[in-house]
T-cell receptor, first 114, second 111 residues
Framework: NAGVMQNPRHLVRRRGQEARLRCSPM?????VYWYRQLPEEGLKFMVY????????ESGMPKERFSAEFPKEGPSILRIQQVVRGDSAAYFC????????????FGPGTRLTVT | SQQGEEDPQALSIQEGENATMNCSYK?????LQWYRQNSGRGLVHLIL?????REKHSGRLRVTLDTSKKSSSLLITASRAADTASYFC???????????FGGGTRVLVKP
């Protein structure tokens, strides 16, 4: 049973470009969470999605960031017009249902904006 | 201060010694979880304790929760070099809900 998969593992973008981060949850999991981790800090919640629905986006910056979890395919975190401050590790986690407390994390995507 | 702050920020011990780290939080919680992160890697779930529990064990790990003080501790007994990692506490308000992480404790276990 494959774990949570994220790709790419490393992504380099120049300022102003777009970054697309993908997350495939564990098999059977329909809940996806995105977190961001700045160097030497803990993870900060960004957005919580179920299939085709955004449940909680209270941690998402108001501009340039968007997320989706389509009926088919991985969840996508999209950052438009990246700036240096977007450089961070972005982690995706999944859980099977609303009764689950534990979240299963992917290896993360490390975004570097030059 | 943020929800879920760990103390100390860094800890250096010899192999075989015990490592204790603490976590404090501000709001009411449904559960508290501890995760480990090796350098440059994702998070691995270690243990979960619910708000109506006071202590939990898993192998060499012991977690306590004091909801009156809004604090938790993680004890790693008989530490090994492989325990070198960052340890994070995370609080949840409900199942299927976002987690709020602390800043982490960086543990170095010297062989």
């Amino acid at each position: 049973n494959a774990g949570v998969m994220q790709n790419p593992r490393h992504l380099v973008r120049r300022r102003g470009q777009e970054a697309r981060l993908r997350c495939s949850p564990m098999k059977g999991h329909s809940h996806v969470y995105w977190y961001r981790q700045l160097p030497e800090e803990g993870l900060k919640f960004m957005v919580y999605l179920q299939k085709e629905n955004i449940i909680d986006e209270s941690g998402m910056p108001k501009e340039r960031f968007s997320a989706e979890f389509p009926k088919e395919g991985p969840s996508i975190l999209r950052i438009q017009q990246v700036v240096r401050g977007d450089s961070a590790a972005y982690f995706c986690a999944s859980s099977p249902d609303l009764q689950s407390y534990e979240q299963y994390f992917g290896p993360g995507t490390r975004l570097t904006v030059t | 201060s943020q929800q879920g702050e760990e103390d100390p920020q860094a800890l250096s011990i010899q192999e075989g010694e015990n490592a204790t780290m603490n976590c404090s939080y501000k709001t009411s919680i449904n559960n508290l979880q501890w995760y480990r992160q090796n350098s440059g890697r994702g998070l691995v779930h270690l243990i979960l304790i619910r708000s109506n529990e006071r202590e939990k064990h898993s192998g060499r790990l012991r977690v306590t929760l004091d909801t009156s003080k809004k604090s938790s501790s993680l004890l790693i007994t008989a530490s090994r070099a492989a325990d070198t990692a960052s340890y994070f506490c995370a609080t949840g308000q409900a199942a299927g809900n976002k987690l709020t992480f602390g800043g982490g404790t960086r543990v170095l276990v010297k062989p």
